[in-house]
């Protein structure tokens, strides 16, 4: 009954928060906030919702973010996830799309490096690199998703309606959450040459697709935690926070109460 109510009270309110929109913000407010938390951190992991950005800054909201967001910060990083290689069985590092949202599609172009999880990849634009990371397992506790906790990584969420967090995935897995379970799908990776190869991708995976993060509650938590920056930038929300504060205020409670994340 929680699960269900909690799933139904997010979508509610996620669609409240998408029709109220953003009004016109001067760019040198957003600038402000980069070049604050730049200062700090070579490296950033983005979750961007650019129907916001577009309405608060009306230009070309893609080229916009990605041109200040590469001003500020050495490495930028998006999530490039690729579900769907459960049933497709192939995973090409240049031409699968993204399956959320805008930005990481039009990501995938500029993008100078991509991990090879098959499922789960990290597009990369900037110098940073998971070369000695285990890619085949996606959270593994010597892959990808636990380095950025290791490194304490940067997060920003820009124009999305609650806190957004790809780590979640990661957490729930290394927690062994009962709704999660671990899975290994075969199939083929490909490279920019066009050279393919058999893999096998592991992954957790929900149980039912009636799990639905409980994001206001999380944002909640992080913000009595002091972890968490938020910023209203006239309907716009901006939020940051590292993932070494999220796994502090996170992973404790989700040890005490397995289903912490999904129910109100």
């Known amino acids: 009954m929680s699960r269900g109510a909690n799933l139904l009270k997010h979508q509610l ?16 407010r957003l600038d402000e906030l980069l070049e604050r938390h730049g200062a700090d951190h070579r490296k950033v992991f983005v979750h961007a919702g ?17 041109g200040r967001l590469t001003a500020n910060f050495r490495s930028v990083l998006v999530p490039g996830f690729t579900d769907y290689f459960a049933t497709s069985g192939v995973y090409h590092k240049q ?19 991509r991990t090879d999880d098959a499922m789960k990849s990290i597009l990369v634009e900037g110098p940073y690199r998971f070369d000695d990371c285990r ?27 609650w806190l957004t967090c790809s780590h979640l995935h990661y957490f729930e897995s290394r927690l062994d959450v009962d709704y999660v379970v671990e899975r290994t799908f075969d199939g083929v990776l490909c490279a920019k040459g066009g050279d393919c190869e058999p893999i096998e991708q ?11 993060w409980n994001k206001p509650k999380l944002t909640r938590l992080l913000e009595r935690d002091g972890a ?37």
Do not use: W
């Open 95 to 113: 031409h699968s799309r993204p399956k959320h949202g805008t930005f990481g599609p039009l990501f995938l172009r500029d993008a100078d490096y």
């Open 228 to 264: 968490l920056d938020s910023y209203d930038l006239n309907g716009l929300q901006v939020m940051f926070f590292t993932l070494g504060d999220l796994a502090a205020s996170l992973v404790p409670r989700l040890a005490d109460d397995p289903k912490y994340l999904v129910t109100l």
């Open 202 to 212: 592991t992954c957790g995976v929900r149980t039912s697709p009636f799990y639905s």
């Open 13 to 28: 309110l996620g669609r409240m928060r998408r029709r109220r929109g953003a009004g016109p913000v001067p760019p040198s």
């Open 50 to 66: 650019l129907s916001d950005v577009k309405q608060a800054f009306g230009t070309d909201p893609y080229a916009f973010l990605r």
């Open 135 to 161: 890619h085949t397992d996606s959270y593994h506790e010597d892959g990808c998703f636990a380095r950025l906790v290791e490194e304490d990584t940067l997060v920003m969420d820009i124009g999305t309606p």
